[in-house]
């Protein structure tokens, strides 16, 4: 069965294309976590004192072999910002020692960075990115020649944010390993765009997000990390489960008093895309974005950053022009919602396609843009 625009509550007047800021949740999966959220307000301490251990280990497990993991490795967080604080903000690391990364992470990513520097004294070296992007293996030596006997962890995007590249994290992975670095892979994209079997990657700590691309609700994050590395990884916030013994899932999963229904709920997320058949929509969306990149490229004279290193978004450059007043027109004359400005120091517009858009949505926004930027 396919989805269809119906399936989801995006407004029926916008044109959304921005599901990688915020993803949009189906119905029947939003109606799956207010059904969770009226359990839990209906007798608040038997949900979450007696049954909420035995309710997240179901879902935990339900996650781990959609990711191909034991279920001893994933902790919910609530999104990839807080899964990366845990493992960044764990790591020992003293003046003299180097973080590696690219100039293509995420804001609040690189922020975390340079927090963890100042705290440590730790470098942070940004690789800088040649685009167009050439190849798997070309992006990896090049980024791993910045790699010394100083580099103590990777910090890299499985899909970046700004220019919405698929890193081959596998292949730097396997590298890393075998040359004793630790890495730490920000997946915020990554689960429900790609087929993600966190085994096959072997990165030592994976943070993702379900509530972007799995469309599950917003506030559902998990944080991966293989068994060596459970003991110094300290939780955000220690709470019941910090005692003596208890292991990686009960010392982190619990920070307090909150609402997991977006944890339970990731199950019907995953469950919603396997019933509809999700690896036909990818591939639909990813036509879209492939072709939203051909006609622009070709309309403005420009170069693809990639042939075709994206899933279901990319980013295209445009001709110089004021990406914020593009953006802004874009939306309050044609009401299409797309980012558009500066992305690793290139202007263009970041194009999101998701079930929920149609040949006609992107017919559009292309001549929405060709009327802005003549
Ligand atoms: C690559 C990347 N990392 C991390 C994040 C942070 O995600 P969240 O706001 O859900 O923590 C984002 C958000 O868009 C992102 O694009």
Redo the contacts with the bound molecule.
Sequence with gaps: MSPSSADFLIRDDIIFFNH??FGACPRPVFERYQAWQRELEGQPVEFLLRRRPALMANARAAIANYFNVPAGEIVFVA????G?NVALRSLRLHRGDEILTTNH??G??NRLLDFVSAKTGAAVRRHRVRLPYESDEAFTAAFLAEASARTKAIVI?H???STSLIFPVELICRRAREAGILTIV?G??APGQLPLDLTAIGADIYSG?F??WLCAPKGS?FLHARAEHHDWIDPLAVSHGWAAGSDFVERNDWGGTRDIAPFLTVPAAIDYQRDHQWDRVRAACHALAGAAQHELCAHYGLQPLSRDQFAQMVTVPLPACDGAAVQKQLYDEYRIEAPVGEFAGQGGIRISVQAYNTAKDLERLLAALKSIIT
């Design positions: 990688g800021s999104n990839v910002t807080a990366l992470e995420y609040a990513v995007s899909i970046t944010s920000d915020a994209h997000n509530h972007k994050g």
